[in-house]
């Protein structure tokens, strides 16, 4: 019998975070209380608001956590309902018309298809469909110029997944690896692993971590991987005051090597899309991945290297 579910070191449930909008301040704060757990993840960036360091430092800073691409300018999708609001004023938020459209510039400069509208928490920025999809490649594109070329390749919207067909089709055939929503599942989903990796989300924030984590930590094996991922923003513990249960998640599963595989979100996806592709033949066990594949056969615990295969 041959048993593939397993994430690296034989463990069948993976521990994994997915954090927006690149705020260093609190970002800082939730780097130093993970990586004293030992807990990977993944920091999603918009390209436009990277100005706290320069390019090293911004590596620095992040190094060894994985980088998506969060859009730039963070923006929202326009409606034609709100285009016909569109004025030529220049835009001063004390003065604005709160029912009017304005254009958005950056040193003087329109930048075309971008625009701020009036929304519950205040002025955001909106962008039409065409600009929207310039965006998300000049996002990706420029903070790979930061962080490395070939290093970004998962995608998360902006405030939430955009009604549009053909930005949904742009980002599939990008060639990413997902495309993450928002929205906490709190283990409705039994932590099973996204189903819809161009539309998968997070487990728990703030606010739910210190309950749903007991539940995750007790689940009985299933014979199948399982995920569990904490979003959505850092500035979110300092808002709910919740750093305390943060840290009691770290000091509790962190470096639990024997019960929990932590990775990015890229590589826990990697390692899924590893045992997916696996497959037997003469005899054999065959990983055509990119990663090690972690395995039981006939109880017994085997490891298959990248691209070769053993003896059954």
């Given at each position: 019998?041959?048993?593939?579910e397993?994430?690296?070191g034989?463990?069948?449930?993976?521990?994994?975070f997915?954090i927006d909008d690149g705020?260093?301040?609190?970002?800082?704060?939730f780097?130093r209380i993970v990586r004293n757990?030992g807990?990977?993840?993944?920091?999603n960036?918009?390209?436009?608001?990277l100005?706290?360091?320069?390019?090293?430092g911004?590596r620095?800073f992040?190094d060894?956590?994985?980088?998506a691409n969060?859009?730039?300018?963070?923006?929202g999708?326009?409606?034609?309902?709100?285009?016909e609001?569109?004025?030529?004023?220049?835009?001063n938020?004390a003065?604005?018309d709160?029912?009017k459209?304005y254009?958005?510039?950056e040193k003087?400069?329109i930048?075309?298809?971008l625009?701020?509208v009036?929304?519950?928490?205040?002025?955001?920025?909106?962008?039409?469909?065409?600009?929207?999809?310039r965006?998300?490649?000049?996002?990706r594109?420029e903070l790979e110029?930061?962080?490395g070329?070939?290093r970004v390749?998962g995608?998360?919207?902006?405030?939430?997944?955009?009604?549009?067909?053909?930005?949904?089709?742009h980002?599939?055939?990008?060639?990413?690896?997902?495309a993450?929503r928002?929205?906490?599942?709190?283990g409705?989903?039994?932590?099973l692993m996204?189903?819809?990796?161009?539309?998968?989300t997070?487990?728990v924030?703030?606010?739910?971590?210190?309950?749903?984590?007991e539940?995750y930590?007790?689940?009985?094996?299933?014979?199948?991987?399982?995920?569990?991922?904490?979003?959505?923003h850092s500035?979110?513990?300092?808002?709910?005051d919740?750093?305390g249960k943060l840290?009691?998640?770290?000091?509790?599963?962190?470096?639990?090597?024997?019960m929990?595989?932590?990775g990015?979100?890229?590589?826990?996806?990697?390692?899924?899309?590893?045992?997916?592709?696996?497959?037997?033949e003469?005899?054999?066990l065959?990983?055509?991945?990119?990663?090690h594949l972690?395995a039981k056969v006939?109880?017994?615990?085997?490891?298959?290297?990248?691209?070769s295969s053993i003896?059954l």
């Amino acid at each position: 019998m041959i048993d593939l579910e397993f994430f690296p070191g034989w463990v069948r449930r993976s521990v994994t975070f997915t954090i927006d909008d690149g705020n260093v301040r609190y970002d800082e704060k939730f780097l130093r209380i993970v990586r004293n757990g030992g807990i990977k993840g993944t920091f999603n960036l918009c390209s436009h608001n990277l100005s706290a360091f320069d390019k090293k430092g911004y590596r620095e800073f992040y190094d060894g956590y994985e980088i998506a691409n969060h859009v730039k300018y963070h923006p929202g999708l326009m409606t034609r309902e709100l285009e016909e609001n569109l004025c030529n004023d220049d835009f001063n938020p004390a003065s604005a018309d709160p029912s009017k459209v304005y254009a958005y510039s950056e040193k003087g400069r329109i930048v075309d298809g971008l625009y701020y509208v009036m929304e519950p928490r205040g002025w955001r920025l909106r962008a039409t469909e065409k600009s929207y999809i310039r965006f998300i490649d000049e996002s990706r594109t420029e903070l790979e110029e930061v962080f490395g070329a070939g290093r970004v390749n998962g995608f998360v919207w902006p405030f939430h997944e955009q009604d549009s067909d053909v930005i949904k089709a742009h980002i599939a055939d990008s060639g990413v690896y997902g495309a993450r929503r928002t929205g906490a599942l709190c283990g409705r989903d039994g932590y099973l692993m996204p189903q819809d990796r161009m539309a998968w989300t997070y487990t728990v924030t703030d606010r739910e971590i210190s309950q749903t984590a007991e539940e995750y930590f007790t689940l009985p094996d299933n014979g199948k991987l399982r995920f569990f991922a904490i979003g959505v923003h850092s500035i979110d513990f300092e808002n709910s005051d919740s750093w305390g249960k943060l840290e009691d998640f770290a000091n509790k599963f962190g470096h639990r090597d024997e019960m929990f595989f932590f990775g990015t979100n890229e590589e826990i996806f990697a390692q899924e899309d590893a045992i997916r592709a696996a497959y037997t033949e003469g005899g054999r066990l065959f990983n055509p991945s990119d990663v090690h594949l972690w395995a039981k056969v006939d109880g017994e615990k085997v490891t298959v290297p990248p691209k070769s295969s053993i003896t059954l």
